[in-house]
């Protein structure tokens, strides 16, 4: 269903989003920014 697509995109995009923080969190740390 609709529903279930768009649960699925959601997911999908709270893991992008969380794993792309976690590079961009690395990259600031090798600058010595704390993040």
């Known amino acids: 269903t ?3 697509h768009a649960a699925r ?4 995009g709270a893991d ?3 794993a792309d923080w976690q590079e961009v969190s ?3 740390a ?3 920014v704390p993040a």
């Open 16 to 18: 992008f989003v969380c």
């Open 30 to 32: 090798r600058f010595g």
């Open 2 to 4: 609709y529903a279930e």
């Open 9 to 12: 995109l959601t997911a999908a």
């Open 26 to 28: 690395r990259q600031l």
